[in-house]
């Protein structure tokens, strides 16, 4: 049976959120202790010692982040703690699916290297029609009907660091620009089949998975137990895989083998990796990740914040470096991705001065739920100088992306259109 939860203090939790750690990232003297832990403690690289402010800059084309277990090449990802972001111009021309070696990498902890021949799935609890836990290995789940989807996974604070960058305000977390998401197309079985095999009952309300890496600790030494996130039944009855295959092959380690959770639309901590058991409860379950994290809060969101999160937001981002330097007179290709929780993306408009003119991109996938959809649009600028590109989705639920976005203390669901800086020489 899977061990009681953690139990945590509130008060120091949310001190620690307002400032003494970061919420979504790991002190060192944790990290260190996590990765101890976990046997992986040689992955440290001596640099971290450095703090981020004053670390001298990677020179190497392949760099490593610790607990994260694929390589990193620097002109794919920016490294960010014990996470990766995936650089958005490497994306270009990669096609609809983010190829596995592009895919970011988001962890509280570091990455547990499972054996998948001895891997099992627990599911227990009062929800069931039985007290006593049923087990599922790798080869059972492969033997039940199988099921596909291609969707994307993203971090709640995907495009976190805008807030400060063009709102000018203090948010806390990991200071995501807009890579801190990919899509893939997934295979695995529902989770709906398997939580029939084990004997759901109508007493079911919420249903708990939990990962398999190591638990994760505060910067005030506070043990939140292992990565979890209830589910409500509804939900999980509906889209929700567990899946064992990413991109047509074997889940990779950093991405949650043997067998990840897959939440289309909702946001990234849904998909719990490396799931060791799932509770089915008869009544609602609670963790960190739906208390104190993945809920916005600040004076925007009184009594309490908001309800925790679920669908993303909506975002676009160009496959173009900040800052690039573009000849003058030339034809330019600009390219992008938009995409949505909601729904599907059905116009993207683009503007190459800062907002005041905006013309209609072409798009080139059918929108999507739980999807994003590629575009691009012709520019020739004549004059050289600074300019700013933005870019701005509408989905099929009529929404389109807000000139700001009402900022909540942890840097959540950032929606607003980004301002790109190009140069042109």
């Known amino acids: 049976m899977p061990h009681p ?35 992986l403690t040689a992955a440290v690289p001596t640099a971290l010692a450095t703090p981020p402010a004053v670390a001298a800059p990677r020179t190497n084309a392949t760099a490593t982040a610790p607990g994260i277990v694929k390589p990193l090449p620097d002109e794919w990802f920016t490294i960010r703690g014990t996470n990766a972001e995936t650089k958005f111009p490497s994306l270009a021309g990669t096609g609809y699916h983010t190829p596995v070696d592009h895919f970011f990498v ?4 570091a990455t547990p290297v499972l054996d998948a021949e001895t891997w099992k799935l627990t599911v227990w609890g009062d929800g069931l029609a039985h007290p006593e836990p049923v087990e599922f290995t790798l080869d059972e789940l492969k033997r039940l009907p199988a099921t596909s989807r291609t969707a994307f996974v993203e971090c709640a604070g995907n495009g976190r660091s805008f807030f400060a960058t063009q709102q000018g305000q203090t948010v806390s977390g990991t200071a995501w620009t807009l890579g801190a998401i990919g899509t893939a197309h997934w295979k695995g079985v529902r989770l709906a089949e398997v939580l029939r095999r084990a004997g759901l009952t109508q007493r079911a309300v919420d249903v708990l998975p939990r990962g398999l890496d190591a638990e994760y600790v ?14 409500p039944l509804s939900k999980a009855l509906d889209d929700v895989l567990l899946a064992y295959e990413m991109n047509g092959e074997p889940l990779p ?8 959770v897959l939440v289309p639309g909702w946001v ?30 600040g004076d925007a969101y009184p009594d309490g914040g908001s309800a925790p999160l679920t669908h993303q937001t909506l975002k676009s981002a160009f496959e173009l470096a900040w800052n690039a330097d573009l000849p003058a007179a030339t034809d330019q290709r600009l390219t992008g991705r938009s995409w949505s929780g909601a729904g599907g993306v059905v116009r993207v408009d ?28 012709d520019w020739r600028p004549t004059t050289p100088g600074t300019y700013t590109l933005l870019a701005r989705a509408t989905d099929t639920t009529g929404r389109s992306q807000p000139e700001t976005t009402v900022p909540n203390t942890q840097g959540y669901l950032f929606d607003a259109v980004v301002r790109h800086p190009v140069q042109v020489v």
């Open 5 to 39: 939860e953690s139990t945590y203090d509130r008060r120091r939790l949310r001190q620690w959120l307002a400032g003494e750690a970061r919420a979504d990232g790991v002190a060192r003297r944790d990290l260190l202790r996590l990765l101890a832990a976990a046997g």
């Open 106 to 109: 988001r962890n509280h902890t």
């Open 218 to 231: 505060t910067a005030d030494g506070t043990n939140l137990g292992r990565v979890r996130r209830p589910l």
């Open 253 to 260: 380690a950093d991405h949650g083998h043997p067998v990840r």
């Open 268 to 297: 990234g901590i849904a998909s719990i990796k490396w799931v060791g058991d799932i509770e089915v409860a008869a009544q609602p379950l609670y963790s960190p990740w739906n208390t104190d994290f993945y809920r916005l809060l």
């Open 350 to 377: 683009v503007s190459t001065d800062g907002g005041t003119t905006w013309r209609r991109a072409r798009l080139h996938d059918a929108p999507r739920r739980a999807g994003w959809v590629r575009w691009s649009t």
